[in-house]
């Protein structure tokens, strides 16, 4: 099994910085792919950002030139920097890890979640 842990999550101004953290631990081995998802209170979960394990990234719209991802390959860890925060930031973000499962099939892995407050 594998296991996610996030932290860096909290409040912070208009304009402020936050960096996230994922740490993976148990068999990770076969990790292709990790990234962050958020969710709004009443909306619909989206992802924000995602970098495969050969260094492939994928980043929504809406944080383009404000968020970046990147990886710790050592560590086993993925972060994302979010610069330049607006209020419509505010959400809760999960970290993600997935794998292939044999056959199209993929294994999913999401960890608890950290809550960013972007608010003045």
Request: hydrophobic share 30%; net charge neutral; charged share 15%.
């Amino acid at each position: 099994q594998v296991q996610l842990v996030e932290s860096g999550g909290g409040l912070v101004q208009p304009g402020g910085s936050l960096r996230l953290s994922c740490a993976a631990s148990g068999s990770i081995s076969g990790i292709a792919v990790m990234g962050w998802d958020r969710q709004a209170p009443g909306r619909q979960r989206e992802l924000v950002a995602s970098i495969t394990s050969g260094g492939d990234i994928t980043v929504t719209d809406s944080v383009k030139g404000r968020f970046t991802i990147s990886r710790d390959n050592a560590k086993n860890t993925v972060y994302l920097q979010m610069n330049s925060l607006k209020p419509e930031d505010t959400a809760v973000y999960y970290c993600h890890a997935g794998e292939p499962g044999g056959w199209g099939t993929s294994i999913d892995y999401w960890g608890k979640g950290t809550l960013v407050t972007v608010s003045s």
